[in-house]
């Protein structure tokens, strides 16, 4: 009789039986292995502007080759790409692309860096593991976009090939990742940190949603964290939430929101802070955090301007962290 | 039939032996196997379609 096995790769620790799947829904003990189910597999493949995961510090303007598989680590009840996140791969069409086909179709499409994103890499890691080691080995940049739920050996393997990290904090609130997501918040912040040690370039993301994590006090504490410890450098963006899902009753986040928490975010000190999901004038603008003159102006994915002189501000000289071409 | 205390005490062990075995049998059917990387299963469990290549180029509907 085959064993049940324990999935170690995120802190779920799923037990998994025979024939089971784990709660991502596509690792399965199968004759007593654990399987990837989506190895190989996307169910969307895209050339997307980087500025759309979004990711402004790094390569600003160019294209990056997107990818996803089914499934996913986290159940959060506002997220927007259900319809591909919690779903099983019996229900999605998806393609067979092999690691070394994405690195090709990312040349073929002049893509610089290839993005694992829409629903959670962490969830088909073997697939974006030796995905990575290729592009790397090919001259390509890889950027992860993830929850960050994911263990410390796992993430510290994955991370050795990645560039950028771009991590969504959804809250600093355990009640908040154990009522909206199903989740922990400790491995999370854990992820975010390990990252920074090991110099990817990290974004971070927090989505508004309205009444569950909008309030001043609980944007403060979050970030107060980031500046403590990740520095005041790491870009972050606050995004507004659009009904969705199983939060389709609560309003969107309204612009008035979004502004409060940029205001918050630079009285804590936090020197890059965007504003997404919103159209908003200057919302995705980079400015010089010293003499606050536009050094890349941007609307919606695109880049309008970009004033920057060797990574340098054109005005005061100031050197903008992030990786520029 | 008189038992001699030898053989007492090989019953003994080859009952405890027993119980040993069955229980070790028995914890390794159920405790789990730690497993971090997993193999690739080989075959989709979905509809499959070739990739467009068109399509590729356009940006995804999906967040992120």
């Known amino acids: ?325 | 039939m008189e038992l001699k205390r030898r053989n007492f005490l090989g019953a003994c062990g080859a009952a405890l032996l027993a119980c040993g075995a069955g229980g070790w049998m028995w914890l390794r059917e159920r405790a789990p196997v730690r497993w971090l990387i997993a193999v690739r299963a080989g075959r989709y469990p979905g509809p499959i379609r070739p990739l467009d290549e068109n399509d590729l180029k356009k940006p995804g509907r999906w967040l992120g």
């Not at chain 1, 069409?93 to 629903?119: G, K, W």
């Not at chain 1, 975010?192 to 403060?220: F, P, Q, S, W, Y």
């Open chain 1, 1 to 325: 009789m085959a064993a049940t096995l324990q999935c170690e790769l995120c802190p779920r620790a799923c037990l998994i039986a025979p024939g089971g799947r784990g709660d991502c829904r596509v690792r399965v003990n199968l004759d007593g292995k654990l399987r990837a189910l989506t190895y190989g597999y996307p169910c969307t493949l895209h050339v997307d502007p980087i500025e759309k995961k979004p990711v402004f510090h790094f390569l600003p303007g160019t294209p990056t080759l997107s990818l996803a598989t089914v499934g996913c680590n986290l159940h959060c009840k506002n997220c927007q790409n259900w319809e591909i996140s919690q779903r099983n791969p019996e229900e999605v069409v998806a393609s067979e692309v092999p690691p070394a086909r994405l690195v090709e179709l990312a040349r073929q499409n002049a893509c610089p860096s290839l993005s694992f994103t829409y629903t959670d890499p962490v969830i088909y890691y073997e697939y974006a593991l030796d995905t990575c080691t290729l592009g790397r080995a090919a001259g390509l940049k890889n950027i992860l976009v993830t929850a960050g739920y994911i263990n410390p050996e796992p993430a510290r393997e994955l991370f050795r090939v990645t560039d950028v990290a771009r991590i969504d904090l959804k809250a600093l609130s355990e009640k908040f990742y154990r009522d909206v997501c199903d989740a922990t918040l400790k491995p999370v912040l854990d992820t975010i940190v390990l990252a920074k040690e090991m110099k990817l370039a990290v974004e971070i993301v927090h989505l508004i949603v309205t009444t569950l994590n909008d309030g001043d006090a609980d944007l403060k504490k979050l970030c107060d964290w980031i500046v403590q410890n990740v520095g005041r450098d790491v870009p972050l963006h606050f995004s507004a939430f659009q009904p969705q899902h199983k939060l389709a009753h609560l309003p969107p986040t309204p612009v008035e929101t979004l502004r409060r928490a940029r205001d918050i975010a630079r009285a804590a000190g936090l020197h890059y802070v965007y504003l997404g999901n919103v159209l908003e004038h200057d919302a995705a603008n980079t400015y010089c955090h010293k003499c606050n003159k536009l050094v890349i102006g941007r609307t919606g994915f695109s880049v309008l301007e970009n004033r920057l002189r060797a990574g340098k501000c054109p005005d005061c000289g100031t050197e903008i962290p992030g990786v520029w071409n």
